[in-house]
């Protein structure tokens, strides 16, 4: 199913799912490093439109509260941007003070991140071997969250059972980036980061709690998180404590 053939769904259902799957691909481009056409996209307005459209077309709502000329400042000088991204994400003494890294965020990492690769593998994902292709890394997880609105879309729109898919997208966003992403947040205001990643990641927060709400209302609330790992076969995803 294409980007043009998502546009054209004409069940309600399928069209909020192909929504859905737009945010996470937004929030996935604009957390990867800034390169000179993103930054573009940023001082022309580009990145703001697209932000705001995007979540209105979930929830007007989400929309409502978008700071646009946060989400327009890409800094004085062209490699501002570059140079903060570095700042937060990707140097540090004892590691980056903001890292785009789950695992890195309470628990065990490794535990994290063989949950996250559990839950790709299941749905015939593997990983590139590249940094940023780490499997509890922030783009990674938002582009497979993005993968699954694609896929429940595509079943709604065939008339199958989306059950399975809205379960992995519930158990995932409270597991992975619903767990971590108010964390960052939070680390982001107490390294005075620049306005358009504190806005970026304060949209996503939202967002996330959004889904999670939204996921739960149709398929109910997570399974016990304190259980050992296992496979569900009503929910067809990996649990893991």
């Known amino acids: 199913m294409s980007g043009t053939e998502m546009k054209t769904l004409l069940q309600p259902e399928a069209q909020r799912a192909a929504a859905r799957c737009r945010v996470?691909?937004?929030?996935?481009?604009?957390?990867?490093?800034?390169?000179?056409?993103?930054?573009?996209d940023i001082r022309d307005g580009t990145l703001a439109a697209a932000v705001s459209?995007?979540?209105?077309?979930?929830?007007?709502?989400?929309?409502r509260s978008i700071d646009g000329n946060?989400?327009?400042?890409?800094?004085?000088?062209?490699?501002?941007?570059?140079?903060?991204?570095?700042?937060?994400?990707?140097?540090?003494?004892n590691g980056p003070p903001c890292p785009l890294y789950g695992g890195l965020y309470g628990g065990v990492r490794m535990k994290t991140m063989e949950e996250a690769v559990r839950f790709y593998n299941h749905f015939g994902l593997t990983l590139r071997e590249a940094p940023h292709e780490l499997p509890d890394h922030l783009t990674t997880e938002l582009e497979f969250l993005?993968?699954?609105a694609f896929l429940e879309a595509r079943a709604l729109e065939s008339g199958d059972d989306p059950g399975p898919l809205r379960r992995a997208q519930r158990d995932f966003v409270t597991r992975h980036p619903g767990r971590w992403v108010p964390?960052?947040?939070?680390?982001?205001?107490?390294?005075?980061?620049?306005?358009?990643?504190r806005e970026l990641v304060a949209r996503l927060e939202a967002f996330l709690a959004h889904e999670r709400g939204h996921l739960i209302a149709l398929v109910g609330p997570p399974p016990d998180t304190t259980a050992r790992p296992r496979m569900d076969p009503a929910a067809s995803v990996p649990q893991s404590s």
């Open 24 to 40: 996470y691909e937004t929030f996935a481009r604009a957390f990867d490093y800034p390169d000179t056409e993103f930054s573009e």
């Open 53 to 63: 459209a995007v979540l209105g077309a979930v929830d007007p709502e989400l929309a």
């Open 70 to 93: 946060a989400l327009r400042d890409g800094g004085a000088e062209p490699d501002d941007l570059a140079v903060e991204y570095t700042r937060l994400f990707d140097v540090g003494g």
């Open 146 to 148: 993005h993968f699954l």
């Open 183 to 197: 964390d960052l947040a939070a680390r982001l205001a107490q390294n005075e980061a620049m306005p358009i990643f």
